[in-house]
T-cell receptor, first 109, second 112 residues
Framework: RKEVEQDPGPFNVPEGATVAFNCTYS??????FFWYRQDCRKEPKLLMS???SGNEDGRFTAQLNRASQYISLLIRDSKLSDSATYLC??????????FGAGTRLTVKP | DGGITQSPKYLFRKEGQNVTLSCEQN?????MYWYRQDPGQGLRLIYY???????QKGDIAEGYSVSREKKESFPLTVTSAQKNPTAFYLC???????????FGPGTRLTVT
């Protein structure tokens, strides 16, 4: 089993839609969780950290479910500019960061 | 401006040659990392360093070497022993093991 698993997608949604991604992790001792965004042929950029109580940043909401070992990212009112690959990141057994393979999102007009 | 720089952006080499990729940061971060990304795949950790003069192997260190003589710099050498060196190489830095990482723009290496 991979340490961090994501649905690869692609998710194709119309503008204005709400879309959610899940990411499962295997290390029950993980304490750090992040979502990154990566545009085609660019470096990943930090989108948001994920806190135990859940957190929101504008149209983006991140949640953590420790019991089931998954984190989620919800995007409301999707924009064309949200089209990208979203990477889930969790600290691993050696306390290094483990990246999921990413979920690709395409928002269409 | 604070940030991470990588150079060059594109690099072409012949098989059998060693090549060194540059990574510099002025964010005063203690930790630095090297990842490799292949088309359609996630990031795989090559080497990381939590402090100057110390570094650890990641999941795919074979065929690579690093040094960390200065806090700001973490160069990666891709040696001729690396079987499939063509890839997108990303350098990152962060405050430490459990903290978010910030990435440089990457170097695309093509070996023929």
């Amino acid at each position: 089993r991979k340490e961090v698993e994501q649905d690869p997608g692609p998710f194709n949604v119309p503008e204005g839609a709400t879309v959610a991604f899940n990411c499962t992790y295997s290390n029950s001792a993980s304490q750090s969780f992040f979502w990154y965004r990566q545009d085609c042929r660019k470096e990943p950029k930090l989108l948001m950290s994920v806190y135990s109580s859940g957190n929101e940043d504008g149209r983006f909401t991140a949640q953590l479910n420790r019991a089931s070992q998954y984190i989620s990212l919800l995007i409301r009112d999707s924009k064309l500019s949200d089209s990208a690959t979203y990477l889930c990141v969790v600290n691993g057994w050696n306390n290094d960061m483990r990246f999921g393979a990413g979920t690709r999102l395409t928002v269409k007009p | 401006d604070g940030g991470i720089t990588q150079s060059p952006k594109y690099l072409f080499r012949k098989e059998g040659q060693n090549v060194t990729l540059s990574c510099e940061q002025n964010l005063n971060h203690d930790a630095m990392y090297w990842y490799r990304q292949d088309p359609g795949q996630g990031l795989r950790l090559i080497y990381y360093s939590q402090i100057v003069n110390d570094f650890q192997k990641g999941d795919i260190a074979e065929g690579y070497s690093v040094s960390r003589e200065k806090k700001e710099s973490f160069p990666l050498t891709v040696t001729s022993a690396q079987k499939n060196p063509t890839a997108f190489y990303l350098c990152a830095s962060g405050r430490g093991a459990s903290y978010e990482q910030y990435f440089g723009p990457g170097t695309r290496l093509t070996v023929t």
